[in-house]
């Protein structure tokens, strides 16, 4: 009995050190990077150095080479480009995509921006009534003898009731990616989308569409959402409303090369296992792509540096990715996975930060073992604020992964303001606060230290 009761003191006293030395080095990393942060000057070199960087451009080429010289300055164990193949579609001049509403012959000039992945107007332009709908399935019952020769207006705003602005989004995004198609089916000759935003502003917000070959490919642009109600209204009170929008886009090429850009810290007693922290390289083509998603890249930069300077090692060995091409086509992600499955590799967890550089909540993890041992040591994180973690988690880039890692994380920073900057002109690194971003960085360092040792 005597034994047993040792057993037992001993086991308890392992455990409570093992959670004091948790806690110290929570706050050292958490110390180190509010101090001494760099993640918020890498972001400004970035953005200011490079500014947007939609995949197979040259500023993208920038990118790529400021992001790898940035990881060997900070000497990690090792850094390396990995090749990958990307689409580059090019907008064109800004200045001549134009929209109007015309209602009785007087033209009211509205902010747009073509969707990216979208062709160009004739050189001068679309007008034509306008149809406003709210779905596809209003869009169907409408039919092509009211759809025919007519641009469509799909205006289905994001659900504002949704705390999770995440979720909102993913309740409207489907008349972005996959309008033109659908409006296409009924003879319309273009279409114009509400911004996915729960902002009411003028900023217009591009995203990703996609053509699906068995239709004609009609011309598609985001409208703002102050433009977008002006529109409706226009339509409400005069249903021979017109609009007229002209875009000089260029033709999709398919064969740029392009990089993953990775960096990492070697793992001591399981080196074989991998974690894994990445964000996207690439942005769409306006603005400085500042919160979507520099944010992440440097935050997962952060995390390796965090690491080094504090001398900490850690069991697993760390990895910092940054994915090319996430915005258009994910070919970053496909081809990381692809090469890990190739080489054998042992991913235990992939971490993606791609959801702006706000305050930290918490995070989302995939794996229910995982998942049960980061929740009972929650409480480390409490005093910080990142303290939510919930089951279920992943990302866009980690995706591919999901038959080679065990667990797939998804850092959640605070949501609410995300999506007045996504896609816009006005997401730009004076956006950004530097202690939210820093904050972020902490969290994901510290989830990871855990991991380590897990």
Request: include cysteine.
């Amino acid at each position: 009995m005597n034994k047993f009761f040792i057993l037992l003191f001993s086991l308890y006293c392992f455990q409570l050190t093992a959670q004091t030395n948790d806690t110290a080095v929570i706050k050292q990393i958490t110390d180190e990077v509010l101090l001494n942060g760099k993640a918020y000057s890498d972001l400004r070199d970035l953005c200011k150095k490079v500014g947007n960087r939609i995949s197979g451009s040259p500023q993208a080429e920038k990118a790529v080479e400021l992001m790898y010289n940035k990881m060997k300055g900070y000497g990690f164990d090792s850094v390396w480009l990995q090749p990958v193949m990307v689409p580059r579609w090019v907008r064109g001049s800004k200045q001549t995509e134009i929209g109007k509403i015309i209602n009785e012959n007087k033209p009211y000039k509205v902010n747009i921006l073509a969707l990216g992945g979208s062709v160009s107007t004739p050189k001068n332009g679309i007008t034509a009534n306008v149809i406003e709908v709210k779905n596809f399935e209003e869009l169907k019952s409408l039919g092509k003898e009211k759809i025919a020769g007519k641009i469509v207006f799909f205006n289905r705003p994001m659900d504002p009731t949704h705390i999770s602005t995440g979720s909102a989004y993913g309740g409207a995004v489907n008349q972005r990616g996959r309008g033109a198609t659908e409006a296409a089916k009924y003879g319309a000759i273009g279409v114009v989308v509400r911004s996915m935003t729960l902002a009411h502003d003028e900023f217009a917000h591009t995203g990703a569409m996609y053509y699906n070959d068995s239709f004609p490919k009609i011309p598609a642009c985001a409208i703002s959402s102050n433009h977008a109600d002006a529109l409706s209204r226009s339509i409400k009170q005069n249903n021979q409303t017109q609009f007229y929008f002209n875009l000089n886009c260029q033709n999709t090429i398919d064969s740029v090369l392009s990089y993953n850009v990775i960096g990492q810290i070697n793992g001591t007693t399981k080196a074989k296992e991998i974690i894994l922290v990445g964000g996207h390289l690439d942005s769409w083509d306006v603005g400085e792509g500042a919160h979507d998603d520099g944010a992440g890249c440097v935050q997962s930069i952060e995390v390796l540096r965090l690491f080094k300077t504090l001398n900490l090692k850690p069991q697993r060995t760390l990895r910092a990715v940054l994915f090319m091409n996430e915005e258009n086509g994910l070919r970053g992600g496909i081809k990381y996975a692809e090469l890990a499955a190739l080489n054998k590799e042992n991913h235990y967890a992939a971490i993606e930060t791609d959801a702006g550089g706000f305050v930290p909540r918490g995070f989302g993890i995939s794996d229910s073992t995982v998942y049960k041992n980061m929740a009972a040591k929650a409480y480390l994180f409490r005093n910080y604020g990142w303290d939510k973690i919930d089951l279920g988690g992943g990302g866009a880039d980690i995706g591919p992964l999901k038959n080679n890692c065990k667990a797939l994380i998804g850092y959640v920073p605070d949501s609410q303001r995300y999506f007045d900057y996504h896609h816009t002109e006005n997401d730009v690194f004076e956006a950004v606060n530097e202690r939210e971003l820093h904050l972020g960085a902490a969290a994901i360092g510290s989830l990871v230290w855990l991991l380590c040792n897990d």
